[in-house]
């Protein structure tokens, strides 16, 4: 768990400061110096406080992007993208079947690979659909060949388009339709919809509290934190990166959050929530970002507030920038 993950839950169970809490880490930390983190830290006060860390995890709802190799027992959902062919197999000891599938939410993609016969049969009756929102417990996390993949297994549970869960905001960005514009061709409402062009100017990003199992923005009350959804919840620090990009005929306002700014950044998830502690040394590392070129795909949006309109990005890409330059020179042949 991240640091601040662990204050709010002992906050939440313990009627104590974040002062006091604070304290009590730098005192762990100065008695065992290097040979512990912050993290690990906070776990021992957690532990010596009496707070339940991990019992509460088994109950969180993780969204795909927080999905690692060997986690087990893990709730999640999102909306079927993709189901593929149910396939039979047969071994020396066993046979059976096995189907896989395509789950999304608003964090990433992944596959998801159903073992149970009673699971199976609900591909097979029709009964998961395309589109469908799912709810997986008790599955378990794979790596495979660099993707990590859920797996279900016969205590798993799979729930059909369960009441209070929806996901209007997920694309499937590899099957997306989009068309190719300039930047002054951009119409408001364009959507979905791709731009190519160069950084040209580049904001310190800004964080917005959310919670860790929706992640939708949670609000401050008091010294703690509530999710409309969850009621008093742990939080973790969103990104917002604003930017500017310059595709020759015009200029755009670029907002990007979560993972498409860590890929505009080429930073990591830690490396990023750096500069909430540190903004003034995005100052510096902003150099590295203009003149980068991107390929965007997302949606022109109108800033009310501003007058003009903008562009939220849901896929980054990098361009090369000898391929960008050869279709400009081709184009003008044209």
Request: include cysteine; charge should be neutral; glycine fraction near 6%.
């Given at each position: 768990?991240?640091?601040?993950?662990?204050?709010?839950?002992?906050?939440?169970?313990?009627?104590?400061?974040?002062?006091?809490?604070?304290?009590?880490?730098?005192?762990?930390?100065?008695?065992?110096?290097?040979?512990?983190?912050?993290?690990?830290?906070?776990?021992?006060?957690?532990?010596?406080l009496g707070v339940k860390l991990f019992d509460?995890?088994?109950?969180?709802?993780?969204?795909?992007?927080?999905?690692?190799?060997?986690?087990?027992?893990?709730?999640?959902?999102?909306?079927?993208?993709?189901?593929?062919?149910?396939?039979?197999?047969?071994?020396?000891?066993?046979?059976?079947?096995?189907?896989?599938?395509?789950?999304?939410?608003?964090?990433?993609?992944?596959?998801?690979?159903?073992?149970?016969?009673?699971?199976?049969?609900?591909?097979?009756?029709?009964?998961?659909?395309?589109?469908?929102?799912?709810?997986?417990?008790?599955?378990?996390?794979?790596?495979?060949?660099?993707?990590?993949?859920?797996?279900?297994?016969?205590?798993?549970?799979?729930?059909?388009?369960?009441?209070?869960?929806?996901?209007?905001?997920?694309?499937?960005?590899?099957?997306?339709?989009?068309?190719?514009?300039?930047?002054?061709?951009?119409?408001?409402?364009?959507?979905?919809?791709?731009?190519?062009?160069?950084?040209v100017q580049a904001f310190e990003p800004r964080?917005?509290?959310?919670?860790?199992?929706?992640?939708?923005?949670?609000?401050?009350?008091?010294?703690?934190?509530?999710?409309?959804?969850?009621?008093?919840?742990?939080?973790?620090?969103?990104?917002?990166?604003?930017?500017?990009?310059?595709?020759?005929?015009?200029?755009?306002?670029?907002?990007?959050?979560?993972?498409?700014?860590?890929?505009?950044?080429?930073?990591?998830?830690?490396?990023?929530?750096?500069?909430?502690?540190?903004?003034?040394?995005?100052?510096?590392?902003?150099?590295?970002?203009?003149?980068?070129?991107?390929?965007?795909?997302?949606?022109?949006?109108?800033?009310?507030?501003?007058?003009?309109?903008?562009?939220?990005?849901?896929?980054?890409?990098?361009?090369?920038?000898?391929?960008?330059?050869?279709?400009?020179?081709?184009?003008?042949?044209?």
């Amino acid at each position: 768990m991240k640091y601040e993950d662990i204050l709010a839950r002992i906050r939440q169970q313990k009627t104590i400061s974040v002062e006091e809490i604070e304290g009590r880490v730098k005192e762990k930390l100065q008695k065992l110096s290097d040979l512990l983190s912050k993290e690990g830290a906070a776990h021992i006060v957690a532990n010596e406080l009496g707070v339940k860390l991990f019992d509460d995890l088994r109950y969180r709802q993780f969204r795909i992007s927080d999905l690692v190799g060997g986690m087990r027992s893990v709730t999640i959902a999102g909306k079927v993208m993709k189901i593929g062919n149910v396939i039979s197999y047969k071994k020396e000891t066993r046979e059976g079947k096995v189907a896989n599938l395509f789950l999304a939410d608003a964090s990433g993609k992944m596959r998801v690979v159903l073992w149970d016969a009673k699971h199976i049969k609900l591909i097979e009756d029709g009964q998961i659909k395309e589109g469908d929102v799912l709810k997986v417990t008790k599955a378990n996390v794979r790596a495979n060949n660099g993707f990590t993949e859920l797996h279900l297994n016969n205590f798993s549970e799979l729930f059909v388009n369960p009441p209070g869960i929806a996901f209007p905001d997920v694309v499937d960005m590899q099957q997306l339709h989009f068309i190719d514009k300039k930047i002054q061709e951009l119409q408001e409402k364009d959507d979905p919809v791709a731009i190519t062009g160069t950084i040209v100017q580049a904001f310190e990003p800004r964080f917005y509290p959310a919670c860790v199992d929706c992640g939708k923005k949670a609000f401050p009350e008091g010294e703690q934190y509530r999710c409309v959804e969850h009621g008093i919840i742990a939080i973790e620090f969103v990104p917002i990166l604003n930017t500017f990009l310059d595709d020759g005929t015009d200029g755009i306002r670029v907002v990007a959050f979560r993972n498409q700014a860590e890929r505009i950044l080429n930073l990591s998830k830690e490396e990023v929530l750096k500069f909430k502690e540190d903004a003034p040394s995005f100052e510096a590392f902003k150099n590295q970002l203009l003149g980068r070129q991107f390929k965007l795909v997302g949606k022109v949006t109108k800033n009310e507030m501003a007058g003009r309109n903008e562009f939220v990005a849901r896929l980054v890409l990098d361009v090369h920038p000898v391929e960008a330059a050869q279709k400009i020179v081709e184009e003008i042949s044209l």
